[in-house]
């Protein structure tokens, strides 16, 4: 029943993102286009200004497609668990823990897919801009730093994405659990949601900053880290924040499972 949520999922978030991401190819191609023939023609007058209305049209695409996929990650799971929908919602044969994975794997899939996209189009433009391929150039810094750079380079990278991952995980599972939080009072719903949102911040940017100043006070060797390669360091750093997310994402999690199944008012 799973498959059924996501592809319903992806078909409702589809139908909004898909024009979105079409709209970025055209912009980039046509702020690229132009781009290279004012480079061959700097004197024309309109393809200036051709140039300059397709590169604001790319900034504000990109800005805005960003946007989109979290508040419409966001107002989906609203919308469809929070609001009337929720009574025909919560009818369906499928458990709580179900709702919620299905929102939150598709809104990781078109996180994933938006951040990836609007690398690679202001990478390409960046590339025609500055009349370097920016792509042979990232190539020849990993390769450069693979030479220089002792240790598992592949570890690290690995860690830097589960890292990314998990942190966007995280993040949406946030919204989710200060959205069930809030509703599970009769008035203010929306504002309440706001208010434990924040509140969620506050808590855990305090705790993230006592784990800081106590791991600051440990008294370990200087030969213990002037030891380690640079790399082994990311690494385990970037596996340990991992760890850190994950566990408080579960926090999240079990909130917000809790809340729709014992507390939700959709009322």
């Not at 504002?191 to 434990?196: A, D, G, K, Q």
């Amino acid at each position: 029943m799973l498959s059924k949520l996501l592809r319903h999922e992806f078909r409702a978030t589809g139908r909004i993102m898909l024009p979105v991401y079409a709209l970025l190819l055209v912009s980039c191609g046509g702020c690229t286009l132009f781009g290279r023939l004012l480079g061959r023609y700097p004197e024309s007058t309109v393809l200036s200004v051709v140039q300059t209305v397709f590169a604001t049209l790319f900034g504000v695409t990109t800005f805005g497609m960003l946007l989109l996929t979290l508040v419409l990650m966001v107002y989906r799971f609203y919308k469809n668990l929070m609001t009337d929908e929720g009574y025909l919602m919560f009818t369906l044969p499928v458990s709580r823990s179900q709702l919620i994975w299905s929102k939150l794997l598709v809104a990781l899939v078109w996180s994933v897919l938006s951040t990836v996209l609007a690398a690679l189009a202001w990478m390409a433009e960046i590339s025609v801009v500055g009349r370097e391929n920016v792509f042979s150039l990232i190539v020849q810094g990993l390769r450069s730093l693979r030479q220089h750079l002792s240790g598992n380079l592949t570890g690290c990278a690995a860690a830097l994405v589960v890292l990314c991952l998990v942190s966007c995980l995280v993040s949406f599972l946030k919204f989710y659990a200060a959205i069930s939080l809030g509703h599970s009072f009769s008035n203010h719903k929306v504002l309440l949601s706001v208010v434990f949102y924040i509140a969620f911040g506050i808590v855990t940017q305090t705790i993230g900053t006592i784990f800081a100043s106590v791991g600051i006070q440990i008294d370990t060797s200087p030969d213990f880290w002037s030891n380690l390669p640079v790399v082994q360091v990311f690494s385990s750093l970037a596996w340990a924040a991992a760890g850190v997310s994950a566990l408080l994402g579960a926090a999240y999690y079990v909130l917000t499972l809790l809340m729709l199944k014992k507390r939700l008012n959709l009322q």
